[in-house]
């Protein structure tokens, strides 16, 4: 049993709280209460959808979980989790999106009002995207992935200046990541004298995805054990 009670996991662009699916089994397995929630668009549409619209429902859903707590962001999540670390007892970031300074060394992309990845999507791109996922997970992703808000994205990738959070944070890394390179979120911790579970993952997802998706959430509960303190 872990000290963390609750945490909630936040999902990147594109995605859904189904790309936790595995990570939630390991993190129920060990009594902590799960939430991996959908992020939603607003009723004005996706276009319509801002990087705060996020944000609010990842405070929101932060805000309602028992503590000792922790925020698990991955990719686009993982600078969301960021933003609330505050109201968090520790902080896991899966190839996070990286706020400012570090943000600088993204591939600069331009973005469309709706980023159309879901109806752009191919079987055969994913399973390029999942390299060492099964065939039934890559088949799943296919199905499953979004469309996504233009705006969130250039938002993102504008860089915001974030403090260290006062909290511990585990950075988790893929070994290969042509989304987020290593040497980014690297760098970042570094930086902030922060932990880092250096993974075999040869993608951006394949630490929720992949074939060493169960151990590697194995080893997030882990670190949680030792991190979050009760008293």
């Known amino acids: 049993m872990t000290a963390t ?6 999902h990147g662009a594109g995605g859904g709280g189904w790309e936790w699916n595995v990570w939630c089994g390991v993190f129920e397995a060990a009594g902590i209460v799960v939430a991996a ?11 319509a959808t801002g990087f705060g619209d996020y944000l609010q429902q990842v405070r929101d859903a932060l805000s309602v979980m028992p503590r000792p707590r922790a925020v698990v962001g991955a990719s686009l999540g993982g600078l ?17 999106l ?71 944070v585990l950075f988790v890394l893929s070994q290969v990541d042509d989304d987020v390179p290593p040497s ?5 911790a ?7 579970l250096q993974t075999v993952s040869p993608s951006h997802v394949g630490p929720l995805l992949d074939r060493h ?8 509960v882990e670190w949680l054990n030792h991190a979050v303190q009760v008293g």
């Open 98 to 168: 990286p706020p400012a300074p570090w943000h600088s060394d993204l591939i600069a992309r331009a973005w469309s009002d709706i980023v159309p990845w879901h109806r752009q999507a191919r079987l055969d791109g994913t399973r390029r995207a999942l390299p060492d996922a099964d065939e039934a997970t890559a088949l799943f992703a296919f199905r499953h992935w979004r469309d996504e808000s233009g705006a969130v994205l250039r938002h993102a990738y504008a860089g915001d200046e974030i403090a260290r959070p006062a909290c511990p």
């Open 37 to 47: 929630p959908d992020l939603q668009p607003v009723a004005a549409g996706l276009a």
């Open 80 to 96: 969301l989790a960021l933003y609330v670390a505050d109201a968090a007892d520790a902080v896991v970031l899966v190839n996070p």
């Open 190 to 196: 570094a930086a902030w004298s922060s932990d880092v």
């Open 5 to 10: 009670r609750a945490a909630l996991l936040v």
């Open 213 to 220: 998706a169960a151990g590697i959430a194995a080893q997030a």
């Open 184 to 188: 980014i979120p690297s760098a970042m």
